[in-house]
């Protein structure tokens, strides 16, 4: 592993080190999720703590890591690796079920007990993210793979962007708002300042904030119910990887149709638009003569 160590620069005493011949024994992995939430491991039997100069600070990286298939490519060939782990404190199942460590950045570096720094091996993003039984399995890649992804646009009637991101430009802004009764994982009632009328927030968003399922997004919101002021019942269309909790804070926002009229009523214009409604589809060429005009 030494060999595939050298070309990669090190920190000075990681470099001493290995000019003495000093081998490797580890390798650690530490994780940012899009909420800012940092999370480390390593393959060794002990927690290892790493700086990896950031603006982060130092890192903790929890124990009994398994590290499989790394693959570490030069030029335009993609690196990647495969990381198990107890479920826990750190990585809960709902979590990583969830989708808060999609796309997270990682940082794969390589350690040895007793010697300061590190040796940078890779890094990319969290691209598949589950749990099986009790342990979570996530697949890092780094921006290599981009290259092997076939890049096209599929036409559709509808927009291609979110409600809210830079594609779309329009400033939405999310509701805070806290559970306050909970029927199943799909149907839960929350309460908020204000008031909204029925159906205010279908095909939206809600991000949990805390609890249980912090970081947990569950899009296309099915239906809302107004309760009057302050108080809403939500219908989702698929269940959450857990049982919210009453108390347990969330961020609620409107959806979009994604139709050229929704798209006017959000921007007062259809210049943000991004689908093809004029477009013929597949339903002019199935189309079969009646014998009339």
């Known amino acids: 592993m ?32 899009r909420d800012g ?25 929890d124990a009994d890591m398994v590290l499989s298939a790394l ?22 199942g709902p979590e990583v079920d969830g989708g808060k460590w999609n796309d997270a950045d990682a940082w794969l570096v390589a350690v040895s007990p007793g010697i300061a720094g590190f040796v940078p091996l ?13 342990r979570f399995v996530l697949e890092i890649r780094n921006q290599g793979d981009l290259l ?14 979110d409600l809210g991101d830079a594609r779309c430009g ?3 802004v999310p509701v805070a708002a806290t559970v306050t009764a909970v029927t199943d994982a799909m149907r839960f009632s929350i309460g908020y ?40 019942a939500v219908v989702l269309w698929e269940p959450l990887p857990a049982l919210p909790q009453v108390g347990d804070p969330l961020e609620i926002a409107i959806g979009c149709a994604k139709t050229r009229s929704a798209c006017r ?17 597949t339903e002019q060429l199935l189309q079969y003569p009646d014998g009339t005009a």
């Open 2 to 33: 030494a060999g595939d160590l050298v070309s990669r620069p090190g920190t000075p005493a990681v470099l001493t080190a290995l000019s003495s011949g000093t081998p490797f024994a580890a390798e650690c992995v530490i994780m940012a999720a």
């Open 37 to 61: 939430t940092r999370a480390g491991f390593t393959t060794l039997d002990e927690p290892v703590y790493i700086d990896l100069s950031l603006g982060a600070g130092t890192d903790t990286c």
């Open 71 to 92: 693959t570490l490519s030069e030029g335009l060939d993609a690196s990647f690796f495969e990381m198990q782990g107890p479920l826990g404190p750190v990585l809960t």
């Open 122 to 134: 890779m890094s990319g993003k969290v691209r598949e993210a589950r749990s099986e039984d009790l």
């Open 148 to 161: 092997n992804q076939d890049l096209g646009k599929v036409l559709t009637p509808y927009c291609d962007a």
């Open 170 to 172: 329009y400033a939405l």
């Open 193 to 232: 300042s204000g008031t909204f009328a029925d159906d205010h927030f279908n095909l939206g968003k809600i991000e949990f904030t805390g609890g249980v399922l912090d970081g947990v997004v569950a899009k296309n919101l099915f239906d809302f119910t107004s309760g009057g002021v302050g108080a809403g």
């Open 265 to 281: 009523a959000f921007h007062g214009d259809t210049r943000p638009f991004r689908g093809f409604p004029d477009q013929p589809g």
